[in-house]
């Protein structure tokens, strides 16, 4: 019987491997997504009780707004792709 898990992580390593094909370094791939994940999870669970699909469209929007500030420190602030990044990932962890 396969682990059903496993297919989060295979999407991680795939994210992953596709950036760095690419040749820029990116350490904020789990960051974003656990910040999507935990977005997804607080709207659906007992306190919010929103709808399944509202929620994950919500975290797909948070992932997307953090992945656009990431851009735009990179590209419209000329700020070095590593270093945007890892600023991102260091906030997050308060």
Known sequence: MPDDRAAVFVLF???EV???VLSEVD???GFVGG???FTTAELIGTNVNAPWWLAILAGFA???AIGSLQ???WQGLS???LSSRWAACCSGRG
């Open 18 to 20: 596709y950036v760095l």
């Open 79 to 81: 700020c070095r792709p």
């Open 71 to 73: 851009g735009t420190l």
């Open 62 to 64: 948070v992932g997307a």
């Open 13 to 15: 390593a795939a994210a």
């Open 27 to 29: 350490l904020s791939v």
């Open 35 to 37: 910040v999507a994940a």
